[in-house]
Structures are given as structure tokens and as C-alpha cells.
């Protein structure tokens, strides 16, 4: 199981802290990656993270404002959002995939977190 945590609400050019936790379950064996679901829109991916956190790996709308960490010994995932606007509101999922890709875009995904919502106010 994964559970994402860490959404809100928070006003434009705020950040927050996206957190992926596991239990019964390792991720340290997993690709662990961040997509977002718009409201009316498909579910896109955002980051990745290769298991030992070696590479990364964002999406380009991204554009340096997001960063993906992890940290196996709490076999947690992180996502930081900063400088967010109205456009980044959206539902935000964690995701593991055991290959070593981190572009996750059409990658077989083992196991989806249940998501956590960020609210962005204009």
C-alpha cells in the first residue's frame, strides 16, 4: 500500500511537502514516481525517482519548481512543490514501478497511492 500525504490548500507562488509512504511493502525495490490528475483531465506524470535515488527525472512543465527525494531507510518518497499556481491543482498520486525507468509515461505501474489534493488559490 502506498499513501500519499502532504496536499492542501495554499496561495499562488506557496509551496508544500508531498509525502509517499509504504507499508507492507519496500520501496527501496521500486521506481517510485509522482502524477497529478487536473480536474477533467487525464492523469499526468510529474517526477520519478530511481530506486537508490541515483537519477531523476521531471516532466517539462515542471521547469525546476518541483523536486522528488526519497528516503529508503523510511522508505518514504518526497515531492516539493514550490512557486505553484492555480494550474497545479490537481489530485497528486505516488506510484511504484519495479523497472528502472523513471520516465514513467506508459511504464507498467505495480502499485498507485491513493492521492492527496493540492488547491492552488489565485
Known amino acids: 500500500q502506498l499513501q500519499a500525504s502532504g496536499g492542501g490548500l495554499v496561495q499562488a507562488g506557496g509551496s508544500l511537502s508531498l509525502h509517499c509512504a509504504a507499508s507492507?511493502?519496500?520501496?527501496?525495490?521500486?521506481?517510485v514516481g509522482w502524477f497529478r490528475q487536473l480536474p477533467g483531465k487525464e492523469r499526468e506524470f510529474v517526477a520519478a525517482?530511481?530506486?537508490?535515488?541515483?537519477?531523476?527525472y521531471y516532466a517539462d512543465f515542471v521547469k525546476g519548481r518541483f523536486t522528488v527525494a526519497r528516503d529508503n531507510a523510511k522508505n518514504t518518497v518526497y515531492l516539493q512543490l514550490n512557486s505553484l499556481n492555480a494550474e497545479d491543482t490537481a489530485v497528486y498520486y505516488c506510484?511504484?514501478?519495479?523497472?528502472?525507468?523513471?520516465?514513467?509515461?506508459?511504464?507498467?505501474?505495480?502499485?498507485w497511492g491513493q492521492g492527496t489534493l493540492v488547491t492552488v488559490s489565485s
Open positions: 507492507g511493502r519496500t520501496l527501496s525495490g521500486y521506481t
Open positions: 525517482i530511481r530506486r537508490n535515488g541515483d537519477h531523476l
Open positions: 506510484a511504484a514501478h519495479s523497472g528502472s525507468y523513471c520516465d514513467l509515461r506508459g511504464r507498467n505501474i505495480e502499485v
